[in-house]
Each structure stands twice: as C-alpha cells, then as structure tokens.
C-alpha cells in the first residue's frame, strides 16, 4: 500500500505493475533509506520482490525493476536501558504529571502514570499491555502476574508468568479491594484505546521532564530515530536481569519473547526461578522504600547506550528473522549467508 500510494503520487501516469520501472524501484528506496533502519527497509523489499514475482505472469511483467535490489545491513537503532538515576527522575517527573492530571481530569485519578511507570519496570511488560493489565490477570496473594502478551496473541498464545516485585506490590495494593475490577489503570487504559498516541505523547512529555533525551539524529535519515521511550524499560527489564545473572531462558520466558525450548509446562516448574528473576530488578526510587530490599541488586549502566551483553541478546532475533526470511524464499541463499555471517559478526 505504501509503494502503490508513492506510485500514484510520483508516477500518475503508471497504472499498473508492468510500467513500474528500475528507476521508479531506485527513487522509491532512496526514499525508504531515508526513514527506515535496515531490518525495516529489508522487510520492505522482500515483500515487493516477492510481490512482483508472483504477479509477473498475470501482470505481464517482462523485466522485473526489483531484479539486483540488494538488501542493506541491519542497522536498527533500539531503544536503549535506562540507568537507575533515569528511572528515579522518571518516577519523580511521573508523580509530577499525576498531580497536573489530577487537577485537570474529570474522573478519579489514582496516581496512574507512576503506576504505569512502575508496572513498565518491574514486568518488562509492553505499553500496551502495561495500560490494559487486567485484575483478572493480577493475583496478589500468589504474587503472580499471567497473561498473553497482545503482540504474540495471534502467533502462539503463550501465557507469560511474571512474578510481582515487593515495591510493584506495594503500588498495585494501593487500590482499595473493593475496585480491584476492570483495568489496573482504568483512565489511562481508556485513553490507550481510544488514542494511543495521546499517551504517546503525555509520555513523551514525563520523559523530557525527567531531563530524558527521546530521539537523536542518524546520519543518512531525515526524522529523528527514537532512543528512550516507555519500550526502554523493557530492555532495562532484560538489561538488570542479564547482568545479575539470571539465566537467558529465564528472562526470555518472562518477558514472552519465542523461544522453542519454553512450554507451559516449562513456566510452572520453574516458578521459583522466575521469581528469583524478578527479584533481581533493584527496588527504584523514593515511593518504592515501603518495599523490602531486594537481595541481589544488579550492577548499574552508567553509559547512554546498549551494553554488550543486551546487544548480543539481540543477535538470535535477528538469525530468526533472517531464518523466517530465508524459509520464505523472500532472500537467496548467498544473501541469506552474507547477512548471517555479518549478525555473527557483531558477537
């Protein structure tokens, strides 16, 4: 759809896919060089290669414009941790937004972004499931958290158990018994759905309110590329957990990442371990004191960027990719091992 809406505004006069040239394919990924990471820009192409080559017959297409496209390397620039001094500033700015929100808000609001800040740091949990966490899904006298993540919902889903972290506990208790029905956070899981980008941007502005830098400038785009968004605290999630020295599997279970070794099955056997996981996540800032401390408080980032060990977890995401790719027919197999053999590189 992207490419037909770019035909039509560039090339009126081409209607169809036989008039789509090897010029017209250039300036189209000039274009998309400018705006998208390599893993995005990749996507892109097999799915138009692959487009093009199904359609070649019925659209009487005699020389395909795709033909010699070659893939980029995966640059992505992700989200980076966050060090504990972030997340204390992040908590304090939040707390901050509460108080404004409260004055304004025609509802009851009960301390909803700190709330949401705090179920983002200690679940590893996605916005959209940290807004719309259920208290179905809650059980505070087991101490467990269980559901199906959205974004894995139409693939496996596979239940994540995540353990309750003592200073998460101490916030989610907050709420009177007596409304612990419907959404953890009720207003701001109204708000998501109706308008995820004004959370976006009501987050956005907590983030620069905490002397956060939210996006920097790559060389070779046009738009700013995101750095330090509410998806950070899931890489700090994985981050604490990796550097206090929780086996990968673990983590990866908890945070609802694919993996073929996991089963359910796998989840209730390991129940301790995941709770040895969780509590590894230090307890952070000044409203999480009523909490016990935790026993193993994992060593700190104090640089601005991923660490080694977070960008190396990277790497059997991206084989993945690379393999669901190749399986596909959507790359050949030479830039199937030209790409592979550059991700293991990086290690």
């Known amino acids: 759809l992207h490419f037909a809406n770019w035909m039509e505004h560039s090339y009126m006069h081409v209607g169809d896919l036989a008039g789509v040239t090897p010029e017209a394919v250039s300036e189209y990924l000039a274009c998309l060089r400018a705006t998208l990471a390599g893993s995005s820009y990749n996507n892109r192409v097999c799915v138009l290669r692959e487009i093009f080559r199904v359609l070649s017959d019925k659209a009487g297409i005699e020389d395909d414009p795709w033909a010699g496209v070659r893939l980029r390397p995966d640059d992505s620039h992700s989200r980076r941790e966050l060090t504990m001094v972030e997340l204390e500033r992040l908590l304090m700015a939040a707390k901050r937004a509460d108080v404004e929100t409260a004055k304004k808000s025609a509802t009851a609001w009960r301390n909803e972004w700190r709330k949401l800040f705090l179920v983002g740091i200690y679940t590893g949990m996605r916005l959209g499931d940290c807004c719309k966490l259920s208290w179905t899904s809650v059980n505070l006298s087991s101490g467990i958290i269980q559901l199906v993540p959205q974004k894995t919902k139409r693939h496996h889903g596979r239940i994540v158990t995540i353990p309750i972290h003592p200073a998460l506990r101490s916030a989610l208790e907050e709420s009177p018994e007596g409304e612990r029905g419907g959404f953890v956070l009720p207003t701001l899981a109204d708000y998501y759905m ?12 907590i983030f620069r309110a905490a002397g956060i830098v939210t996006s920097v400038q790559i060389e070779g785009r046009r738009t700013k590329t995101p750095e330090a968004t509410f998806h950070s605290l899931r890489h700090t999630f994985v981050s604490f957990a990796a550097n206090a020295g929780v086996p990968l599997h673990i983590v990866q279970s908890i945070v609802g990442h694919e993996s073929t070794a996991m089963t359910r099955h796998y989840y209730h056997e390991n129940e301790e371990a995941l709770r040895q996981a969780v509590a590894a996540i230090p307890v952070i800032g000044t409203d999480a004191t009523r909490a016990p401390a935790v026993a ?38 030479a830039e199937h091992a030209a790409t592979r053999q550059r991700i293991l590189d990086e290690m």
């Open 296 to 333: 193993r408080a994992a060593p700190v980032a104090t640089t601005p960027r991923a660490s080694t060990s977070s960008r190396t977890e990277a790497i059997p995401a991206r084989l993945r990719r690379l393999e669901r790719l190749f399986v596909k027919g959507l790359i050949s197999e």
């Open 194 to 205: 109706k308008s995820k980008w004004r959370v976006g941007h009501e987050l956005g502005g």
